[in-house]
């Protein structure tokens, strides 16, 4: 065939996709995502910061692997929209050799998007039948970092609409020598930073970490929590052993039962009876956000 005359129309060389073409989503559960899941029942947003190596991830892979072994006392497992996400996460800890733990159970947190958090999502059952839903954002531990030393606050929007943080660190830097005051005063920064930011009144938790090598000393943290009373926080300690270490004091899981029930259990700002429509969006200000965002 020759040149094409004018106004003779050529087949297209391939047929337009059904669905436009998308990178595969990630595996925890993205801002909007939650949001969609929070218009139709009441979630819990759980705040989790801390340095790197705190134990942010392992404990959400140790209180899924109890959920999973039906072994978190008071709880049952009932369902997870990021059961994938949940498996990554714990793939460390269940790659064990002849009994033996690995040396890293949980590695480094690297986000897919660096500049949003993504939520697991877990549905627990009481044993009396009430359900709760948890979403629990695994951040990296730099977003503690900067927030610290920089007071980056961009990515951590969210945490407006937290019902309740845990502010994590490892237990054992509290009890070494050298660590112990760098901790000690990046804990109180961490604090002040998230109270600063958050500015209403949140649950927070210090939940240290590696119970299982030994207990923290007591006068550090009445002194943490009496700096924490000096910026308007009432701080609960709840001390949990995600992972038990060879010849380890605590079993793995210890604590966090207790976290998940005072968690759940912590005074919340009571209900107003009429509320008008902008105090009831300020309570769920996860959907002004992400509706803010969606405006931009
Ligand atoms: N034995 C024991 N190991 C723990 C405990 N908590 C955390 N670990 C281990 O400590 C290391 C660091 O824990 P992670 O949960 O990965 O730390 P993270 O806070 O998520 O760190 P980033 O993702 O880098 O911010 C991992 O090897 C964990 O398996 C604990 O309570 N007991
Ligand atoms: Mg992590």
């Not at 943490?224 to 949990?240: E, M, N, P, T």
């Amino acid at each position: 065939m020759g040149i094409l005359s004018d106004g003779e129309a050529t087949a297209p060389p391939l047929l337009a996709p059904a669905e436009k073409p998308r990178f595969p989503s990630s595996l925890t559960m993205s801002m909007a995502e939650a949001a969609q899941l929070m218009s139709g029942r009441y979630c819990h947003i759980v705040g989790i910061l801390g340095a790197p190596d705190a134990g942010k991830t392992a404990s959400i892979a140790s209180l899924f692997m109890l959920l999973a072994r039906d072994k978190l006392s008071g709880f049952h497992f009932a369902d997870s929209r990021t059961i994938r996400a949940l498996n990554e996460i714990s793939q460390g800890a269940r790659r064990w050799n002849d009994g033996a733990p690995p040396e890293q159970m949980t590695s480094h947190t690297k986000l897919a998007d660096d500049r949003e958090a993504g939520f697991l999502h877990l549905r627990l059952r009481s044993k009396d039948g009430e359900a709760f839903d948890f979403l629990l954002p695994d951040l990296p531990g730099e977003w503690s970092d900067t927030l610290i030393d920089r007071n980056r606050t961009d990515r951590l929007n969210f945490l407006k609409a937290a019902d309740a943080v845990w502010i994590m660190a490892d237990g054992r830097q509290l009890a070494s020598l050298e660590s112990r005051l760098t901790t000690l005063r990046r804990l109180d920064l961490l604090l002040a930073r998230a109270a600063t930011f958050m500015n209403r009144p949140v649950p927070v938790f210090l939940v240290l970490s590696h119970r299982d090598s030994g207990e923290p000393n007591a006068r550090d943290i009445e002194e943490l929590k009496a700096s924490a009373a000096r910026k308007g926080i009432d701080l609960a300690v709840v001390s949990i052993a995600s992972f038990r270490r060879r010849g380890g004091l605590t079993a793995a899981g210890f604590g966090i039962a207790d976290l998940i029930s005072e968690t759940l259990g912590a005074p919340r700002q009571p209900p107003k009876l009429w509320p008008d429509i902008d105090q009831s969006l300020e309570a769920r200000s996860i959907l002004r956000y992400t509706s803010m965002r969606r405006a931009r």
